[in-house]
């Protein structure tokens, strides 16, 4: 929630939202948001290209983790 607010307190209490219905909808963009958002559609996509993704969304996860 943190990530996904960058900041802005009204931004955290939506997000505090979300996830009181359904952690995943808070979980999956922060952790994974360029896979998150091609959804059911990333199987459309090669074995090679969904790991880019998510080795991309990896990368910027733990580079915020880092700050």
Do not use: C, F, H
């Not at 929630?1 to 808070?26: C, F, H, P, T």
């Not at 059911?40 to 733990?62: A, H, N, R, V």
């Amino acid at each position: 929630m943190l990530k996904l607010a960058n900041g802005n307190e009204e931004s955290l209490r939506q997000k505090i939202e979300w996830a009181k219905w359904d952690y995943r909808d808070v979980l999956a963009p922060a952790e994974y948001p360029l896979y998150s958002k091609r959804g059911i559609g990333i199987g459309d996509l090669s074995p090679t290209e969904q790991k880019q993704i998510i080795d991309y969304d990896w990368q910027q996860y733990e580079q915020w983790l880092k700050r």
